[in-house]
């Protein structure tokens, strides 16, 4: 079994290019008003005023899918997880455009605010396109391993789903390897179709644009939580 807590120290408050003065502001009076508490346990209430049902996006990038998915559904809440700032400030940019009020923000690790909800209390939970750490002794630090699948099952609602969406071979095998392995989860695909094809509420991701520009093949992963 591998313990969260190995991915987790990877990553902390990241930064690639600097931030022009608009996303300079997006990120000092925007994101105050989104960002997820720093501690304590966090519940639909706490976030959003009600007992809506939560969505969790873990690593989204620069924010498109999330964003995409909170406006077709504004009465979800949609907690996003990123540790680069730039990355974050795509969300915050997309937050601001579309006017969604149903999105928080957490500028960081995914792991350690999914552990803070109660168990069995997200409706959906997202990876798209994880880093893939080709190299096989990296392969502990891949997400898609016991420890956050442990994690990732405790939180989803029963009959809810898992997103996977990646298009390395190596990670895509490792995934279904992984997932063969568990009993507390359901592969939702009748034919090649079913993960060949990136179903309509899927909004594309940039990582995934990029890919499909070089020639890769994608594939879209559905587990249902038994
Ligand atoms: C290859 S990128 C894909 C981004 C986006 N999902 C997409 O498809 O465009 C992987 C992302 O996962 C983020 N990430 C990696 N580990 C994470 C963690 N423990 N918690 C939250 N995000 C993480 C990285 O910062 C990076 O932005």
């Not at 008003?33 to 501690?39: G, R």
């Not at 997880?81 to 957490?106: M, Q, S």
């Not at 298009?167 to 009748?190: I, K, L, N």
Request: charged residues 30%; contains cysteine; hydrophobic residues 35%.
């Amino acid at each position: 079994m591998n313990d969260p807590t190995t991915i987790r120290r990877l990553y902390g408050r990241r930064q690639g290019h600097k931030l022009r003065t608009g996303q300079a502001a997006l990120v000092e009076e925007l994101l105050p008003q989104l960002e997820v508490p720093e501690t304590g346990s966090i519940d639909a209430t706490l976030l959003f005023g009600d007992d809506r049902p939560l969505e969790f996006e873990i690593g989204f990038g620069s924010g498109e899918h999330l964003a995409g998915q909170a406006e077709a559904r504004p009465d979800h809440g949609f907690i996003g997880c990123e540790p680069f700032i730039n990355g974050v400030v795509g969300a915050l940019t997309h937050v601001r455009d579309r006017d969604l009020t149903n999105v928080r923000i957490h500028m960081g690790d995914a792991l350690e605010v999914l552990e803070r909800f109660p168990d069995a209390s997200l409706s959906r939970v997202y990876l798209l396109h994880p880093d893939p750490w080709p190299k096989a002794r990296h392969a502990k630090r891949r997400m898609m391993n016991h420890g956050p699948m442990d994690l990732i099952a405790a939180k989803l609602k029963p009959g809810c789903e898992f997103r996977l969406g990646t298009d390395d071979p190596t990670y895509c095998r490792w995934s279904m390897m992984v997932m063969d392995q568990r009993r507390d989860f359901e592969w939702q695909a009748g034919g090649a179709q079913d993960f060949l094809t990136r179903p309509d509420d899927w909004p594309q991701t940039r990582y995934e644009r990029k890919a499909r520009r070089k020639g890769h093949e994608v594939w879209y992963f559905r587990y249902v939580r038994v």
